[in-house]
């Protein structure tokens, strides 16, 4: 992979070898290339969430631990020794984030929301969905913030896991 940097700082990883520099020592970067980024630009941060996941989706991409990659580059590896593959420990208790709200069906997700919070009244409960993004639950087990997670997406939330 090519690692390339252009004026704006950002680095870029690519399977495709980057262009030669032209004597300004900028790489030309073709139109398209240039109009998809600015359309990336002016996506808002819930919508750039989603297009990572659609294109994740798409391109068969699963998640990148980041810690290992400078671990990697840390550390040099010597060719006669292999490295130990990274011990990946099971998320037990997940945060339960409401990231968004489908507007149809606010007050079925309201009701969602005050029927898995008992401990929040009816105006709690609406003011927590119209806060969004908040989290709902913290500290949750697997199984829970799952069923959690299946019922606010039921009744119009855009749930994540964390």
Known sequence: AVVSTQSTGMRCLSAVPAPA???EGTATIPPHVSQIADQICGLSLHETGQLTKLLKERLGIGDIAMAAPAAA???PATAAEPEPEPVVEEKTS???KLLGINPSMKIKLIKAVKEALP???LVAAKKLVEGAPCTVKEKVPKADAEALKAKLSKFGGDVSLE
């Open 21 to 23: 520099p032209d004597t």
């Open 73 to 75: 580059a840390a550390a």
């Open 94 to 96: 997940f945060d339960v």
């Open 119 to 121: 401990e929040l009244n």
